[in-house]
């Protein structure tokens, strides 16, 4: 079946052996080619340059991408096909240096049926202006596969450790006392933390190659990481780290065994930045992300934005402005002198560099940014759509429901930038928008207590309750 071909918050996503089909897979490898042929520069000698195909755990992903890599070879495209699955951001550092551009076939945290493809420029993904070219260039030629272009495969992981760690880093990290739990949720940064730091600091969780996540969806947020929280209990851990199943995304346990939001995971990293690094420039977050930041930008001088859902959209104004730190509330994470897309494994020694370096246990670190900047209580719901939503109609509806107060919270603002967000007096907001990468209706929401955020999220449900039976 053709489908129609759609990049959402990253990349195009479906159902494997649905919409996700070989057929469906070569016409983007095709289209492109053609990006590719269009836009690549060359160099004094007339050399186009270089293009990085890599590839994940899931079913038949290493197939996949030996297709598109064939394809390109068979439009003239300089290709190299990484030789086993690697993470994602590795394929986004790659392009930074030694690749022009990077393909990978992944669908990131999203179910084992699902798989995907996402395209890396400049460090990080391709940008909503050069996705919509690529979609325009779908069937705009006929798909060439030649018989026998294959593409030159290579192991380039030894590049991407080095380029996350260094020898006084990895030093650093390994004087910390205590064991760091690693749950790889199945995914493809199985055994990296090993390869970073000393064998006998990780105890590694779901580290098999199981490309049906063993029934889990491999998303490092509150929900899934109940065996994690356990261990870091049960082994007195100093840490728990988590990652998705392409390794771009974050998750984090408290020695205590407490989940700790990316609001707070933020929140740590940009004051510790400020603090120590004297960074400087603009603090850049989705508008999913919670309001810590923003208060920390406040009190610090810095400049402050929110851009739609998606780290898409943070990284591409990191390339276009003076960026100091930039954040995702899915996990994403990227700062001034760091990662320039979001990598689960860089934010995970960017935490252990800040233990090691204030030797304070991640509770402490959570307790002091709340005292100086104010409690964050930030949850949010995942609400199953059983059927396709316009989002422009569903904004538009939304945002005529709503009253002047919610949940004794006074309307300060309302923005429909993506979705419809609620601003209360205090910086407490509510959020409701259609998820751009699954059928699904969310609802976040932050407050200082559990009960207000509790109350606005109820309200939100009931919101959007038509738009998800």
Known sequence: MAAEIKFGTDGWRG???WDFTYENVRRVAQALADYINENAPSDENGKMAKVFVGYDHRFMSDLFA??????????????????????????????????????????????????????????????????KEIEQLVDANPVLFLFGQKAEQKNLTDLYRKYLITPALAKKIAALKGLIVADYMYGVTSGWMEKLLPNNKILALHAEHDPTFCG???????????????????????????????????????????????????????????????????VVQTLSMGYL?????RENGLSYEEVPVGFKNVAELMGLEEVAFGVEEAGGYAWKGGPSDRDGLGVALMWLEIMASTKKKPSELCEEVAKRYGASVYVRR???????????????????????KIAGFKVAEISTLDGVKVYFENDEWLLVRPSGT???????????????????????????AQYIK
């Open 66 to 131: 030996a297709d598109m890599a064939s394809i390109l070879r068979s439009n003239k495209i300089d290709v190299t096909l990484s030789d086993g699955p690697v993470p994602t951001p590795m394929v986004s550092a790659l392009t930074l240096h030694k690749f022009w551009l990077g393909i990978i076939v992944t669908a990131s945290h999203n179910p084992a049926q699902y798989n995907g493809i996402k395209v890396k420029l400049a460090g990080h993904s391709a940008a909503v202006r050069e996705t």
């Open 15 to 17: 159902v494997i052996a």
């Open 293 to 297: 930041p923003k208060r920390i930008a």
């Open 438 to 464: 699954e059928p699904l209706v969310r609802v976040y929401a932050e407050t200082a207590t559990k009960k207000d955020t509790q109350a606005l999220l109820d309200f939100g449900e009931k919101l959007v």
């Open 382 to 404: 995942d609400l199953p759509a059983a059927k396709p939503i316009d989002k422009a109609a569903f904004v538009e509806k939304m945002r005529k429901k709503l009253p002047k």
């Open 216 to 282: 889990l969806q491999p998303d490092p947020s509150l929900k899934n990481l109940g065996e994690l929280k356990k261990a870091v209990l049960a082994k007195k851990a100093a840490v728990g780290v988590a990652f998705d199943g392409d390794g771009d995304r974050f998750g984090l346990v408290d020695e205590k065994g407490n989940y700790v939001t990316p609001c707070l995971v933020a929140a740590v990293i940009l004051d510790h930045l400020v603090k120590t690094k004297k960074l400087k420039g603009k």
